[in-house]
T-cell receptor, first 113, second 115 residues
Framework: DSGVTQTPKHLITATGQRVTLRCSPR?????VYWYQQSLDQGLQFLIH???????AKGNILERFSAQQFPDLHSELNLSSLELGDSALYFC????????????FGNGTRLTVT | AQSVTQLDSQVPVFEEAPVELRCNYS??????LFWYVQYPNQGLQLLLK??????LVKGINGFEAEFNKSQTSFHLRKPSVHISDTAEYFC?????????????FGGGTRVLVKP
């Protein structure tokens, strides 16, 4: 058990809809990272938050947004969903230093129909 | 920017045989190196990491990796695999100058251990 909790585990929704994925980091971790895993793109970094502030952005679409709340949990919002957004979305947390390993949750599997 | 290439997408291996998973990286700055394992329906779990010092790094479950700066490689090895090692393995790098540990992953190598 990594200590990172992601909800829900599975999500099935229709094109055009909006969903919210939630992540609770390990106790004490200040950094939260979001990754997307798909068969064609592999593991892609989306965004990084540290103690509530955005630190880095990766290949995150404009339809996607995220935030980290004062209690350090994070939410990833995906809107105007397309079939190609179907993927496994992982949250990871770390202590925040550049050498700190990431601890991954079990992911949310999003299926857009 | 960094990139990571895992040269083998799939590696079949018999139980108790050795295995080597190859990883090469490209970066204009110094990097930290990691190997993660993903078991079916689970998240990624850290196997080992190289930050500095000895180029031979030992990790969990009997795995080890060797950092070769001149060849920009970080190959993962295990001398004797078990059925339970069947999983997907990811090599990853992060820039030592980055703000936070943003990882760039390779495409993964699926290891199938056969009895």
């Amino acid at each position: 058990d990594s200590g990172v909790t992601q909800t829900p585990k599975h999500l099935i929704t229709a094109t055009g809809q909006r969903v919210t994925l939630r992540c609770s980091p390990r106790s004490g971790d200040l950094s939260v990272y979001w990754y997307q895993q798909s068969l064609d793109q592999g593991l892609q970094f989306l965004i990084h938050y540290y103690n509530g502030e955005e630190r880095a952005k990766g290949n995150i679409l404009e339809r996607f947004s995220a935030q980290q709340f004062p209690d350090l949990h994070s939410e990833l919002n995906l809107s105007s969903l397309e079939l190609g957004d179907s993927a496994l979305y992982f949250c990871a947390s770390s202590a925040g230093t550049v050498s700190s390993p990431l601890h991954f949750g079990n992911g949310t599997r999003l299926t857009v129909t | 920017a960094q990139s990571v290439t895992q040269l083998d997408s799939q590696v079949p291996v018999f139980e108790e045989a050795p295995v080597e998973l190859r990883c090469n990286y490209s970066s204009s700055v110094s990097v930290y190196l990691f190997w993660y394992v993903q078991y079916p329906n689970q998240g990624l779990q850290l196997l080992l990491k190289y930050l500095s010092g000895s180029t031979l790094v030992k990790g969990i479950n009997g795995f080890e990796a060797e950092f070769n700066k001149s060849q920009t490689s970080f190959h993962l090895r295990k001398p004797s695999v078990h059925i339970s090692d069947t999983a997907e393995y990811f090599c990853a790098v992060s820039s030592i100058k980055a703000a936070g540990n943003k990882l760039t992953f390779g495409g993964g190598t699926r290891v199938l251990v056969k009895p």
